[in-house]
Every structure is written in structure tokens, then in C-alpha cells.
């Protein structure tokens, strides 16, 4: 079973350019996170999506930041006019459709750097 | 989601046991401790969970006490390759599900 993917792993862009961070969850999973890591920070929580549903944008920035989880292909963490404080790692995790289970795990990709110029 | 307190880091020998303690005294009856790793910027890594039995896996082993207010992470045989930090996380299973709150976690060194 492959797990979580996320493309670019790394990605370089300019002030004012928008970047595209694409995550692949785990075969059968339908619930997807996104969290941000600043350099020498802790992770933090952005955005939670299910299939063609955003569950909680909490720890979202207000402006220039959007996800997707569309029916069909990756979920999409999309930063508009980039600025020089939106370079960090974006992990995505996965988890599964709840079973009736007690518990769910999430499962994490290997990260976009995006650095911003 | 309750809120959990790690020692900053922590040192440990090659193939000694390595014991991650972790307290969380305000944790509800429907909340599960998960432990989390992250190794050098790499994304994080699941270890282990439980509720309040003790739980074992081949990566690791979790020891929650009968009152659940603490926890221990055990890795019972630490490798160089152990080096990470480790988070203890507190959320509530079932149906609710969501962000993982992390915090600053515990760094553990392991040295030859």
C-alpha cells in the first residue's frame, strides 16, 4: 500500500506567484488534513476536507490560502500572492472513512518546502 | 482537546530502553493518546495509540496509567536512528474527527 504522497516536495517561488501543493492520500482513505511547519516552529493545523467537503478551516489564513479534496484526484492547498512568511513545510495526512471504529489514525505524507523568494 | 506536558528533550544509549513520559491530567474518558515521532523535518510518523489498556506494536510499546492523568512511550531497544522528536498528543476517537494538536514534543538523542 503506498502511502500518503504530496508533490512538489519541494517548490521555489517568487513574492506575488501562487503556489499548488498537491497531496494523494492513502488508498481508501477519504479524510485529509493539512498542516503548515515554520522554520523552527511546532506543526500547526490548517484545514480538514473530505471528499467535495471542507469539515474545518480553523487554522486557516483568512486571505490568499484555499484547499479542494475534489471527487476525483489529489487535494489541492493553493497559496495565492506568495509572500517571504508563507515558507514552510505543508505536510498532508490521511486517514480513513470511520468504520464504527473507537479510533482513527492519520497518516502523513513527506512534506512540500516551499521556499518563497 | 486535553493539553500535554513533555519534558524538552531527553538523552538515551544505544540499546537501552528509551521511556517518553508524557502527563495529561485533564484528559476526558472519550480521549485517546496518541504518540507521534518526527524525524529531522521528515514528515511525522505515527507510533502507537490507546484509551487506557496498555498497547504494544513492533515499533514501540504504550503504558498508560489506571488513572489515564499520564503515559509512557517505551521503546524498548533505542537505535541512532530513534533520534526524533516525539509528540503526545491527546484527542478524542470515534466519531469526531480532526486537527491533531501538537505540541513542542520531547526531543530524544540517542547516543552511541
Known amino acids: 500500500n503506498a502511502g500518503v504522497m504530496q508533490n512538489p516536495r519541494h517548490l521555489v517561488r517568487r513574492r506575488g506567484q501562487e503556489a499548488r501543493l498537491r497531496c494523494s492520500p492513502m488508498?481508501?482513505?477519504?479524510?485529509v488534513y493539512w498542516y503548515r511547519q515554520l522554520p523552527e516552529e511546532g506543526l500547526k493545523f490548517m484545514v480538514y476536507l473530505q471528499k467535495e467537503n471542507i469539515i474545518d478551516e480553523s487554522g486557516m489564513p483568512k486571505e490568499r490560502f484555499s484547499a479542494e479534496f475534489p471527487k476525483e484526484g489529489p487535494s489541492i492547498l493553493r497559496i495565492q500572492q506568495v509572500v517571504r512568511g508563507d515558507s514552510a513545510a505543508y505536510f498532508c495526512a490521511s486517514s480513513p472513512r470511520y468504520s464504527g471504529s473507537w479510533s482513527d489514525t492519520q497518516y502523513f505524507g513527506p512534506g512540500t518546502r516551499l521556499t518563497v523568494l | 482537546d486535553a493539553k500535554t506536558t513533555q519534558p524538552p528533550s531527553m538523552d538515551c544509549a544505544e540499546g537501552r530502553a528509551a521511556n517518553l513520559p508524557c502527563n495529561h491530567s485533564?484528559?476526558?474518558?472519550?480521549?485517546?493518546v496518541y504518540w507521534y515521532r518526527q524525524i529531522h523535518s521528515q514528515g511525522p510518523q505515527y507510533i502507537i495509540h490507546g484509551l487506557k489498556n496498555n498497547e504494544t506494536n513492533e515499533m514501540a510499546s504504550l503504558i498508560i496509567t489506571e488513572d489515564r492523568k499520564s503515559s509512557t512511550l517505551i521503546l524498548p531497544h533505542a537505535t541512532l536512528r530513534d533520534t526524533a522528536v516525539y509528540y503526545c498528543i491527546v484527542r478524542v476517537g470515534g466519531t469526531s474527527y480532526g486537527k491533531l494538536t501538537f505540541g513542542q514534543g520531547t526531543i530524544l538523542t540517542v547516543h552511541p
Open positions: 485533564t484528559i476526558s474518558g472519550n480521549e485517546y
Open positions: 488508498k481508501g482513505h477519504s479524510h
